[in-house]
């Protein structure tokens, strides 16, 4: 049996990685026949199926290597991946190379698939961030501060160019959380929260109360806020622009009821009632009405078994690495749901964004289970016996 093999086998053995990796499966499974639903997207849903596939091969060479020796090549990965992020930004690349959809460039033509790099980079992020918290205390002080946030700011920088706000704004919630799960003290995260709480609640009262030409943010931005809000309060002035995709996602989430409608009574509908990105952003609308409030729920407790997974092996974990990396894992995938569900419930403007495991999408669902597996691994390996010891803090310290 080779080393790969052992190494294999070793990770096999029970334990709450195989709870992740099960609410994955059923996830993507759910995805997979969610995209079947939507007219003329079966091919899609093939295509899902193949890079089910790939995620899962992709999951397995995660599961082998030691938590330390993914440590080592994650600085080298970070780099690799912040390179593939600058190609569709650099200024006159062939669109060929980088293709233009709905006036952005999130993608790589790979000949055999378009490779979405924010996708991967959201993985790297949270491995550098774990890396570099992994043994210091220097974070504990504002100026420590300084390189979680650097090492933030550049993959942010560089998908807000795009533009890709969407995924954006994924990262600011994971730094929240692996820096809390790491100790930093809980004043400076809540001056720090504080802070973009009002810098929100003051660009979302100058969208509402002032002129076009006084925005901060691009007129569509402003105007699929705006119709958020007129939607919470039924009005019908943007059902026919801005606010039409978020109206006909509300629409057929309601038209699900307790059991859904079915496969064929979900397409009739979808058929004259086309929603703009039925099979990607706004899938949850096509589950809702398929199987009704039934598969919502199922969903939903997919999601609490996968996260609920994720959560245990931080606490069961010796490796302060691998229990950051787990804890920035299922802030990644709570924050996505969240936002992505509630487009679709109109609690949430449309920004673009993937609901995990369920969308359509190669990139997605590869990097989804790069998470599994990295999770599975940490799950399954035992300390090393010659190991530094984890960051340790007391409540005290920790408000202090």
């Known amino acids: 049996m080779s080393e790969w093999s052992e190494r294999l086998w070793e990770r096999c053995k029970p334990h709450a990685g195989w709870f992740a990796l099960l609410a994955a499966g059923g996830l993507a499974v759910i995805g997979i026949m969610a995209i079947g639903t939507v007219p003329l997207k079966e091919a899609e849903a093939t295509k899902q199926g193949c890079w089910l596939l790939a995620g899962l091969a992709a ?8 938590a330390k020796q993914i ?14 992020l600058i190609v569709p930004v650099i200024p006159g690349v062939p669109e060929a190379v980088a293709p233009v959809r709905n006036g952005t460039r999130h993608w790589i033509n790979l000949r055999f698939m378009l490779l979405q790099p924010s996708e991967l980079a959201k993985v790297c992020f949270v491995l550098a961030l774990a890396r570099y918290l992994r043994h210091r205390d220097s974070y504990r002080t504002v100026p420590g501060l300084l390189v979680p946030f650097l090492i933030m700011f550049v993959p942010v920088a560089l998908i807000l160019r795009e533009p890709d706000l969407g995924t954006a704004i994924l990262f600011p919630p994971v730094l929240f959380a692996v820096l809390l799960a790491a100790g930093a003290r809980l004043r400076h995260l809540s001056i720090l929260g504080g802070l973009g709480v009002a810098a929100l609640t003051i660009n979302i009262a100058v969208i509402l109360l002032l002129p076009n030409s006084m925005q901060l943010l691009k007129p569509y931005q402003v105007n699929r806020i705006r119709a958020m809000v007129d939607l919470a309060r039924g009005g019908t002035s943007f059902t026919d622009r801005e606010g039409y995709q978020q109206a006909k996602a509300m629409m057929l989430v309601g038209s699900g009821g307790l059991t859904g409608l079915g496969k064929d009574r979900a397409q009739t509908i979808l058929r004259f009632n086309p929603l703009p990105e039925a099979h990607n952003d706004m899938v949850f609308a096509v589950v809702a009405a398929r199987w009704g409030l039934v598969g919502a729920v199922l969903l939903l407790g997919l999601y609490g078994l996968l996260i609920g997974s994720l959560l245990h092996i931080t606490l069961h974990t010796k490796d302060p690495f691998a229990r950051l990396a787990t804890v920035g894992f299922a802030a990644i995938i ?29 990139s997605s669902l590869v990097a989804g289970f790069i998470m599994v597996g990295l999770a599975f691994n940490f799950a399954s390996q035992r300390p090393l016996l010659i190991m530094q010891p984890s960051f340790e803090f007391s409540h005290a310290d920790a408000a202090g």
């Open 334 to 362: 709570c924050t996505q749901v969240f936002v992505n569900i509630g487009m679709s419930l109109g609690i949430m403007p449309i920004i673009g964004i993937t609901l995990p495991f369920v969308s359509y999408g190669g």
């Open 71 to 84: 440590g080592a090549w994650t600085y080298a990965a970070t780099i690799a991946v912040t390179l593939l």
């Open 59 to 66: 999951m397995i060479v995660c599961i082998c290597p030691h």
